[in-house]
């Protein structure tokens, strides 16, 4: 088996790094979280014409043409920068839902918008009222009215709402809540009146919304991949979803793993480096397996999705297994970097606080494990 990246590939990893350690240093992550917005069009505008929001989108809608795992490469850098913004919700979530469920005018009108950065996308499916993370235990209901559906109720945890041009709700039509059917797929234009957005206080900074649907009018048009049919197309956009937080979660974690070891080697103590007391080494060995271990479940999650194999255990398997390693790693991090770590003008805290996020994130290792125990006829 080939585990190298590609020339292409290559080439986008050491661009993108390039351009974050220039555009995207640590200060600035910290500044964008008090930033109302959390990005820069600066930023915006310079990720936009390196091509990184049309690089998984086909070239007839003025994209790259790139796969999933080419987009994984571009995660784990995005992961090393900590770099804050709408990429995740507009790319990630957003684009794949218009290419996973849209029609091909809705394709037309969207992808080539989202190609060029002109366009913010993000997805709000979770909601109140339940005590575990289950995807489809979707209540908000969409009535339909002659054509027009009428959405109510409240979703949580919806990413970068508010610079959001669309959000991609999913609302239950029929069935009952917890079931993958009878789920829709809506494409809500976020200045129609009825809708109110909340900030949510979140560990890693980051903007996370509750979005409030107060009767809101959606035509029937702008329904995403039929009537009753979304919950099928929510489980695939979900699953990219969960390999690229784990592809930010090994970016974050290596980039720890080389704060620690970098600083075991300059530390002195009783006159030698730290990195020579076995302890200290026994740390960062179990951090580089930790990270290599989460690298290869990652990106064997993403080939196979960039393929269209079906993966549900091993992206199952990719989410439970890097969202604790990557906290395992963290939690040595601090520990080999000692106290100086824990101020909030050290680095270290970004990669904590993100690692905690990312692995409650879009399903945490319980979640995982209940579907891999199922995989296996369970």
């Known amino acids: 088996m080939d585990f190298s990246f590609t020339e292409e590939q290559n080439i986008l990893r050491k661009t993108a790094r390039d351009f974050l350690e ?34 998984t989108i086909p070239e007839e809608y003025e994209g790259v043409g790139g796969d999933f ?13 900590c770099l804050p913004g709408p990429f995740f919700s507009t790319v990630v979530l957003g684009a794949y839902s218009v290419m996973e469920a849209g029609n091909e005018s809705q394709m037309r009108e ?39 559906f009428i959405i109510d109720g409240t979703k949580l945890f919806v990413p970068d709402a508010h610079v959001a041009d669309y959000v991609i709700c999913a609302a239950r039509t029929s069935g009952e809540p ?13 200045k ?9 206080k979140t560990i890693a900074g980051d903007k ?13 048009e702008d329904i995403l991949g039929g009537l009753n049919n979304g919950g099928r197309h929510l489980e695939k956009i979900l699953q990219k979803g969960a390999v690229g937080k784990c592809a930010e979660m090994v970016g974050g974690a290596q980039r720890v793993l080389e704060m620690a070891s970098s600083y075991a080697k ?32 990652t990106y064997k999650a993403g080939w196979m999705l960039s393929k269209g194999i079906p993966c549900t255990k091993e992206v199952s398997a990719a989410k439970a297994w890097v969202g604790e390693a990557c906290r395992r790693v963290s939690a040595l991090g601090h520990q080999v970097l000692g106290a100086t770590a824990y101020i909030v003008e050290h680095d270290m805290p970004l990669y904590s606080r993100r690692a905690k996020a990312a692995e409650a994130s879009l399903g945490d290792a319980g979640f995982f494990r209940h579907i891999m125990a199922q995989e296996i006829g369970l």
């Open 110 to 148: 969207l992808l080539p918008k989202i190609a060029t950065g002109n366009i913010f996308l993000t997805l709000a499916y979770t909601e109140p009222g339940t005590t575990k993370y289950d995807p489809y235990l979707i209540k908000v209901n969409a009535s339909d009215q002659d054509r027009n």
């Open 69 to 81: 795992l080419d987009l994984v490469v571009m995660l784990e850098e995005m992961g090393r920068a």
């Open 192 to 200: 129609s009146s009825g809708i109110e957005y909340n900030p949510l």
């Open 266 to 297: 300059e530390r002195e103590q009783f006159g030698k480096p730290i990195g020579s007391y076995q302890a200290v080494q026994h740390h960062c060995a179990n951090m580089l397996m930790d990270v290599e271990s989460s690298r290869f479940i």
């Open 22 to 55: 220039s555009k995207c240093p640590s200060a600035f992550v910290l500044e964008m979280e008090k930033d109302e917005r959390g990005y820069t069009e600066e930023l915006w505008r310079g990720m936009a014409e390196l091509g990184w929001m049309a690089l």
């Open 178 to 190: 917890s079931s993958q059917e009878g789920i829709t797929l809506f494409r809500v234009d976020t």
């Open 208 to 220: 996370q919304y509750e979005v409030i649907f107060d009767k809101v009018h959606v035509p029937e």
